[in-house]
């Protein structure tokens, strides 16, 4: 599968910003999609996660409560509505997927094995 993110940009602190990744493949409800982020010298983070199927989420502890996913299989789209944006939240995105039962491990980047090519978030304080 084939992931397009897009949505990120240049905002100050408190404002709000609306990921969308879109996925090529027609059986994209049987994938489990992830948003993640780097930033500049550091790892790539889990973020937010929506199982296939059930379209229960997760969310990292320091996005909880502010950031929002959502699928919308007719669209194959994914969104991440972030709000109350932070300078600690500047990074590049990636959208991830996974076709495997990664139930346990859905936090870990390894356990997706298609990425998009991220989208950069900036936020100024």
């Known amino acids: 599968v084939q992931l397009q993110a897009s949505g990120g940009g240049l905002v100050q602190a408190g404002d709000s910003l609306r990921l969308s990744c879109a996925a090529s493949?027609?059986?994209?409800?049987?994938?489990?999609m992830g948003w993640f982020r780097q930033a500049p010298g550091k790892e790539r983070e889990f973020v937010a996660a929506v199982r296939r199927n059930s379209g229960y989420t997760y969310y990292a502890d320091s996005v909880k409560d502010r950031f929002a996913l959502s699928r919308e299989n007719a669209k194959r789209t994914i969104y991440l509505q972030m709000n109350s944006l932070k300078p600690e939240d500047t990074a590049v995105y990636y959208c991830a997927a996974s076709l495997r039962n990664i139930l346990s491990t859905i936090r870990l980047s390894s356990s997706y094995d298609n990425w998009g090519q991220g989208t950069q978030v900036t936020v100024s304080s």
């Open positions: 493949e027609r059986t994209f409800n049987s994938y489990t």
